[in-house]
């Protein structure tokens, strides 16, 4: 195992984070205090309550998932392709460092980084409501392993990509609709029968759910059946990866 | 005996079809400079590429210092620093923290001091926290090389260094090349010029069609270039050379018509004066007499022509 290189690229690249300091943790911070203000506070006054929980407090779960998502896959797709794009790639090609070196260390900043917008988030949230999270190590469990996967996902995205459009595309086609329709802002079970049943074919539901329990002890779906559906997710993006690096899809010739 | 890096013939097939590298063959020896001469796409950069892991062989076997680049990958790939033909350089970071990046990658722990020595030897010690972005072609080309350098290789490729580089750059860049070379590095570059081979290698190499065509000592194929030819037409057609000749280099055109006299301009007699007195002696008459120089140039185009067709 090569821990040098595996450092190296982590350093690099949460360099490049800190280096835009002010990009990487001002603008999710602003436009979630802007959902706290536009959902918790203007919505707040016409829902109360949703399952016996305070609406504003209710979103906190659904607002840091959404951002953590958005911004692991951000981060690990951008970390990846910026590479490609600039050419610098081929130094990882020609080093001494194989595809688990790579993932760990591009994955690990890019999951880094968006742990820490996470945890601000959740700061943040405690200046709008009061929050008490009922199962604190859950909590933090589930939000690493979100940053893991979507980092994941974000991993192959960047190497899929093959533009600064592509790059954009899935966080734009498929992610953000997933997680707006995951629940982030209600729970499910206030959707008619048909549109919960959909909902269940949604993957980030089970985690928002998830997340949500960890926080209030209660959820759309158990919590086994969350844990699962991220564990499931975490690995086949691990496969794809790997099946990536075996063939050299998108990378080498 | 097997050099520091052996390629054993290796062949690379794009997934297109297009047969990049048809069975190259090719030892490096420790310290010595080679220079990969050939055309736009005879495959020195697949070849270069193949070597440092970045392109996939399709056939055959190469080690690097006795390692297999394929099953000790790691131990091959430490031992290689490559400089890409094209700048590309993460433009935001500082020079410093790009090159401690590439040290890390290849496995070797911090050694500041050492990158100092590597930043100093290339002239960019003041350039050390300043960003890439901020810094003219040339010194990016010189980052690139203290990259390849950062993680003490043993050998190194140099695909096209002065590609686009002005000529002070160029003498620049070859000074800083023999200066790689003093300290033990082993250097392989690919070049079109051959002003360039001529000036700084040990052995050329020329490459066409995915080819190696010859790959010879330098000062031999110098030896080669400083012969110069005389062609002397006839009046009338001779059956063969006169005996009072035989003692020339000769060769006789197969009508007959003119004669081919091979000399050494170097030498301190070139025996011109001599052989036409004798010819005139032995009653030949001349029609035209025209010099010809071969000069590597010539070796090239003629070797390139010759595969090509």
């Given at each position: 195992m090569n821990f040098q290189g595996v450092r190296a690229i982590y350093t690099f690249e949460m360099a490049r984070f800190f280096r835009t300091l002010l990009q990487s943790f001002l603008s999710p911070v602003i436009s979630t205090s802007l959902y706290f203000v536009v959902f918790g506070t203007a919505l707040a006054s016409r829902i109360e309550t949703v399952d016996g929980i305070e609406y504003a407090a209710f979103i906190v779960p659904g607002l840091i998932m959404l951002t953590v998502m958005t911004q692991s896959i951000a981060n690990a797709s951008f970390g990846i392709y910026f590479p490609k794009f600039i050419g610098t790639v081929y130094e990882l090609f020609s080093a001494p460092v194989n595809f688990l070196e790579i993932v760990v260390g591009y994955v690990g900043a890019a999951a880094t980084k968006s742990l820490i917008i996470g945890l601000i988030i959740l700061a943040t949230a405690f200046l709008f409501v009061d929050l008490d999270i009922q199962h604190p190590v859950a909590m933090l469990c589930f939000l690493v392993l979100t940053c893991l996967s979507f980092s994941l996902l974000g991993f192959i995205i960047g190497i899929w990509a093959g533009n600064f459009e592509q790059l954009n595309l899935v966080p734009l086609l498929v992610v953000t609709p997933l997680v707006f329709l995951g629940g982030s802002f209600y729970?499910?079970?206030?959707?008619?029968q048909i549109w919960q049943t959909v909902s269940l074919f949604n993957p980030v539901v089970y985690l928002i759910s998830g997340f949500r329990w960890a926080f209030?002890?209660?959820?759309?779906?158990s919590i086994g059946l969350s844990l699962g559906a991220i564990g499931l997710f975490t690995l086949g993006c691990m496969t794809f990866i790997w099946w990536i690096f075996k063939t050299g899809w998108r990378i080498r010739s | 005996m097997t050099g520091i890096v052996s390629v054993q013939n290796l062949k690379k097939t794009y997934p297109g079809g297009l047969d990049a590298l048809k069975g190259i063959n090719l030892e490096i020896q420790e310290g010595e400079i080679l220079a990969l001469l050939g055309p736009n796409g005879a495959g020195k950069t697949t070849l270069i590429s193949t070597i440092c892991g970045i392109s996939k062989i399709t056939e055959g076997k190469i080690t690097v210092g006795g390692m297999d680049i394929v099953a000790d990958y790691r131990k091959a790939r430490a031992m290689i620093g490559l400089v890409p033909q094209e700048i590309t350089l993460e433009p935001f970071e500082t020079v410093i923290n790009s090159i401690r990046f590439s040290r890390g990658l290849f496995g070797r722990p911090k050694n500041e001091e050492y990158l100092e020595q590597v930043l100093k030897s290339l002239s960019l010690l003041d350039k050390k926290?300043?960003?890439?972005?901020?810094?003219s072609g040339g010194m990016k080309r010189r980052v690139l090389i203290a990259k390849a350098l950062s993680h003490e290789p043993r050998v190194l490729f140099l695909d096209e260094p002065t590609a686009g580089v002005d000529v002070e750059l160029r003498k620049d860049m070859w000074n800083t090349v023999n200066k790689l070379k003093k300290q033990g590095v082993t250097i392989i570059l690919t070049t079109h010029y051959i002003e360039e081979a001529e000036a700084i290698a040990d052995r050329i190499g020329v490459i066409n069609g995915g080819e190696i065509l010859l790959v010879e000592d330098k000062d031999a194929l110098m030896a080669r270039m400083g012969k110069k030819k005389i062609r002397i037409d006839l009046v009338e057609a001779a059956n063969n050379i006169p005996k009072k000749l035989k003692s020339y280099d000769l060769d006789l055109a197969e009508d007959g018509m003119a004669l081919t006299y091979t000399y050494d301009t170097?030498?301190?007699?070139?025996?011109i004066t001599g052989l036409l007195n004798d010819l005139q002696a032995a009653g030949m008459q001349m029609r035209d007499v025209q010099t010809q120089q071969s000069s590597l140039e010539d070796i090239f185009v003629g070797l390139v022509k010759e595969s090509s067709t």
């Amino acid at each position: 195992m090569n821990f040098q290189g595996v450092r190296a690229i982590y350093t690099f690249e949460m360099a490049r984070f800190f280096r835009t300091l002010l990009q990487s943790f001002l603008s999710p911070v602003i436009s979630t205090s802007l959902y706290f203000v536009v959902f918790g506070t203007a919505l707040a006054s016409r829902i109360e309550t949703v399952d016996g929980i305070e609406y504003a407090a209710f979103i906190v779960p659904g607002l840091i998932m959404l951002t953590v998502m958005t911004q692991s896959i951000a981060n690990a797709s951008f970390g990846i392709y910026f590479p490609k794009f600039i050419g610098t790639v081929y130094e990882l090609f020609s080093a001494p460092v194989n595809f688990l070196e790579i993932v760990v260390g591009y994955v690990g900043a890019a999951a880094t980084k968006s742990l820490i917008i996470g945890l601000i988030i959740l700061a943040t949230a405690f200046l709008f409501v009061d929050l008490d999270i009922q199962h604190p190590v859950a909590m933090l469990c589930f939000l690493v392993l979100t940053c893991l996967s979507f980092s994941l996902l974000g991993f192959i995205i960047g190497i899929w990509a093959g533009n600064f459009e592509q790059l954009n595309l899935v966080p734009l086609l498929v992610v953000t609709p997933l997680v707006f329709l995951g629940g982030s802002f209600y729970s499910i079970s206030m959707l008619p029968q048909i549109w919960q049943t959909v909902s269940l074919f949604n993957p980030v539901v089970y985690l928002i759910s998830g997340f949500r329990w960890a926080f209030f002890g209660q959820a759309d779906v158990s919590i086994g059946l969350s844990l699962g559906a991220i564990g499931l997710f975490t690995l086949g993006c691990m496969t794809f990866i790997w099946w990536i690096f075996k063939t050299g899809w998108r990378i080498r010739s | 005996m097997t050099g520091i890096v052996s390629v054993q013939n290796l062949k690379k097939t794009y997934p297109g079809g297009l047969d990049a590298l048809k069975g190259i063959n090719l030892e490096i020896q420790e310290g010595e400079i080679l220079a990969l001469l050939g055309p736009n796409g005879a495959g020195k950069t697949t070849l270069i590429s193949t070597i440092c892991g970045i392109s996939k062989i399709t056939e055959g076997k190469i080690t690097v210092g006795g390692m297999d680049i394929v099953a000790d990958y790691r131990k091959a790939r430490a031992m290689i620093g490559l400089v890409p033909q094209e700048i590309t350089l993460e433009p935001f970071e500082t020079v410093i923290n790009s090159i401690r990046f590439s040290r890390g990658l290849f496995g070797r722990p911090k050694n500041e001091e050492y990158l100092e020595q590597v930043l100093k030897s290339l002239s960019l010690l003041d350039k050390k926290d300043a960003r890439v972005i901020t810094l003219s072609g040339g010194m990016k080309r010189r980052v690139l090389i203290a990259k390849a350098l950062s993680h003490e290789p043993r050998v190194l490729f140099l695909d096209e260094p002065t590609a686009g580089v002005d000529v002070e750059l160029r003498k620049d860049m070859w000074n800083t090349v023999n200066k790689l070379k003093k300290q033990g590095v082993t250097i392989i570059l690919t070049t079109h010029y051959i002003e360039e081979a001529e000036a700084i290698a040990d052995r050329i190499g020329v490459i066409n069609g995915g080819e190696i065509l010859l790959v010879e000592d330098k000062d031999a194929l110098m030896a080669r270039m400083g012969k110069k030819k005389i062609r002397i037409d006839l009046v009338e057609a001779a059956n063969n050379i006169p005996k009072k000749l035989k003692s020339y280099d000769l060769d006789l055109a197969e009508d007959g018509m003119a004669l081919t006299y091979t000399y050494d301009t170097k030498s301190e007699r070139t025996g011109i004066t001599g052989l036409l007195n004798d010819l005139q002696a032995a009653g030949m008459q001349m029609r035209d007499v025209q010099t010809q120089q071969s000069s590597l140039e010539d070796i090239f185009v003629g070797l390139v022509k010759e595969s090509s067709t």
